[in-house]
């Protein structure tokens, strides 16, 4: 599933309010019962991603498991330049410890 806050285009920090005026505002616009017949499969396909993402958001504790996952991703990204260092730290501090 795509990330729920850019499917609502809100920031992630939103209050409900703003979330749910996003989801409103983006569920009329594309509502399949709205649409002319020739895209109303894929207007189908974009409301239900909409109204899933709306699920997740509006639910306290699925909008918390979301922001540890999205936090949980993005920081093991960014530890990733760290690696080097601890690896070279680890193996210095065995040769060491082999020399004694």
């Avoid at 850019?6 to 209050?15: E, F, H, P």
């Avoid at 616009?29 to 239900?48: G, N, V």
Wanted: hydrophobic share 35%.
């Amino acid at each position: 599933m795509p990330d729920p806050y850019r499917v609502l285009g809100v920031r992630r920090g939103a209050s409900d309010d703003e979330i749910r005026k996003a989801y409103r505002r983006k569920a009329k616009a594309c509502h399949p019962d709205t649409a002319p017949a020739w895209r109303r499969e894929a207007m189908h396909e974009r409301f239900l991603q909409l109204q899933e993402a709306y699920l997740v958001l509006s639910d306290p504790v699925r909008r918390k498991a979301l922001d540890l996952e999205l936090q949980a991703r993005h920081g093991l990204w960014r530890r990733r330049k760290d690696d080097d260092e601890f690896l070279d730290d680890f193996f210095r501090n065995l040769l060491r410890g082999m020399m004694r």
